[in-house]
């Protein structure tokens, strides 16, 4: 285990902080009740780049993350609504269904986005700064008929908000001014962006709640720093109550790893991970770091997370037996 001891680095404000896409994306957005609860982040250009993914490569297994409402219609969705998901360069999805909102970071084409939405039968709204508001439902409203519906996306595009640099869509009008309308950026809030923080260069990430781990937020991701399945590590952070319950959840997880069985794989978690480094990162949140590589999907951890089956490895928590994740 390397580096389990006690730094604050992440509370000093002389510090610099980062600028990794994570952080980025996340400055963009507001702090506020919605964004807070949960946070899917997917670093797309990077996923594209470092795994040379193209028209005839398969689909990497991290990349769509951050844009799933959309990912698996972005063959698509390019012809019919000028659109394309994994054109973007970042992509956030913020809050639980249905009040989920959708933010893409690029440059994108706003005539041709224009155009085709407008076919659609779109509405357009000029915003200030050069922002345009395309609505065709509102209040999560649902067209069984409508051709985005046959491509399985019911409310995601009801809005869609387009500038050059961004596209933010949604359900419902309110859910995005809940998201853009706020005295401070969501990387500023303390938890959240103590997590985002400690995470670092990840190519995909989501940030929420599961009260069978704690109250305090948490974080899981993967960095590849090639791109290839072969270095990927991943990365878990967690906000701890003391500096004292930091140290303890970092010295245990090498032997947590190694005794602790996966209820979802049915095997132990040191055929699922190798390699446990654990470091106390500090700050206000008392963040702990967990880092293993795997040994199969790099998405091992999000998929553990979605049957709420991360505590008895992460924290030691009692395992779930019906295996349903709790979010707060």
Not at 283 to 307: C, I, M, N, Q, Y
């Amino acid at each position: 285990m390397s580096g389990c001891g006690n730094s604050d680095t992440a509370g000093d404000d002389h510090v610099e902080r980062p600028h990794t896409p994570l952080i980025t994306a996340l400055s963009q957005v507001k702090d506020t009740h919605l964004t807070q609860d949960w946070i899917e982040f997917g670093d797309v250009a990077g996923v594209r780049a470092r795994s040379g993914a193209g028209s005839a490569s398969p689909r990497d297994p991290l990349l769509g993350y951050g844009e799933q409402k959309l990912a698996d219609a972005a063959a698509l969705l390019p012809g019919l609504t000028g659109i394309d998901p994994f054109a973007a360069r970042t992509a956030l999805t913020l809050g639980y269904p249905p009040d989920q909102v959708g933010v893409l970071y690029g440059s994108f084409n706003t005539t041709e986005i224009g155009a085709k939405l407008r076919k659609l039968g779109y509405k357009e709204h000029a915003l200030a700064g050069g922002e345009t508001s395309w609505i065709i439902r509102d209040h999560h409203q649902i067209d069984q008929k409508d051709p985005l519906a046959q491509l399985g996306i019911l409310t995601a595009l009801n809005v869609v908000r387009v500038s050059s640099k961004r596209i933010v869509h949604a359900g419902a009008t309110a859910d995005i001014d809940k998201t853009l309308s706020g005295a401070r950026s969501l990387s500023d809030n303390e938890e959240v962006g103590g997590i985002a923080d400690c995470l670092g260069q990840v190519e995909a990430a989501q940030i929420g709640f599961d009260v069978n781990i704690s109250d305090t937020p948490l974080g899981v991701g993967v960095l590849r720093p090639s791109g290839s399945d072969a270095d990927a590590t991943e990365v878990a952070c967690v906000t701890t109550e003391s500096e004292g319950a930091a140290q303890a959840l970092a010295s245990g997880w090498p032997g947590r790893v190694k005794s602790t069985m996966s209820a979802r794989a049915g095997e132990p978690w040191s055929k699922l991970l190798t390699r446990p480094r654990a470091e106390v990162v500090g700050g206000a949140s008392h963040v702990v770091r967990l880092t293993a590589r795997p040994t199969g999907s790099p998405r091992v951890l999000f998929d553990e997370w979605a049957v709420g089956d991360l505590g008895p490895v992460l924290t030691g928590a009692k395992p779930d037996p019906r295996l349903s994740a709790k979010p707060r």
